[in-house]
């Protein structure tokens, strides 16, 4: 209860700040439903009428999935079957209650994939775009944000810090580890994508968001995290209409 009067409150102090909620599902891929398509769109149907009454203007939806996990292109192929099914049903109860649907690319399936699955739909679901999941399968977030930028008006981004594993002599490496981190705290940013991203935006509404996904039990620093992450951003889309979403 205390936690529901909680994001209630944030809610409402959004709204009275001129800021838009847009609602987020749980995952719906098939492993999280027994491979039942009518149960996840059930729930989803859930998800749907919860962002209603939140006064949310969209539901953004994740399978869940990672490619990695996806042992075979059989096993990639029959989730992206499954996935159509889910959201091809989703998308009209969506539209019944005009609330806009978009699915995340959350490192489960390729650009072209992505690509096809979203015209099979013909604009009943967008694409929440993250801009750096494309490193997790291996794709160029260049190349990701200027051919699947056309199916997303929403998406957020995060910075990736890579350190090195050294073996005992400290000349070689075992390899890397990879973080996620705040926008501005790692290497992703290059002048190609952020002036990739701006593009999506010339013209149309784009919103713009900040995943972290670096934050410790214990250590009191996201705010201090945050205002770093908001200045950088500011700077990198100062000639952008992305800038007056971020402030």
Request: glycine share 10%; aromatic share 8%; hydrophobic share 45%.
């Amino acid at each position: 209860r205390g936690a529901t009067h909680a994001v209630l409150g944030g809610i409402g102090a959004a709204e009275a700040a001129g800021i838009g909620i847009r609602a987020s599902g749980e995952v719906f891929g098939s492993p999280f439903f027994d491979n039942n398509s009518a149960r996840a769109v059930a729930q989803i149907g859930v998800w749907m009428t919860q962002a209603e009454q939140l006064g949310s203007d969209g539901l953004m939806l994740a399978t869940g999935i990672y490619r990695s996990d996806l042992t075979s292109q059989a096993a990639i192929d029959a989730e992206l079957k499954y996935v159509r099914r889910v959201l091809d049903q989703a998308a009209d109860r969506a539209a019944d209650l005009g609330l806009a649907l978009s699915v995340e690319n959350s490192s489960d399936f390729s650009t072209s994939e992505l690509e096809g699955l979203l015209d099979s739909l013909e604009g009943r679901c967008e694409l929440f775009l993250d801009v750096a999941n494309p490193l997790n399968i291996s794709e160029n977030p260049v190349t990701v944000v200027e051919e699947l930028g056309r199916f997303a008006t929403a998406g957020h981004v995060k910075d990736v810090i890579r350190t090195s594993v050294w073996n005992f002599d400290r000349a070689h490496r075992y390899g890397y580890g990879v973080e996620f981190a705040y926008p501005g705290e790692g290497s992703v940013f290059s002048p190609e994508l952020i002036s990739a991203i701006t593009r999506i935006a010339d013209g149309r509404e784009f919103a713009l968001g900040i995943e972290g996904l670096n934050s410790r039990v214990g250590v009191d620093d996201q705010f201090e995290k945050l205002n770093k992450s908001l200045a950088f951003l500011r700077s990198a889309f100062a000639d952008s209409e992305i800038a007056e979403v971020v402030r």
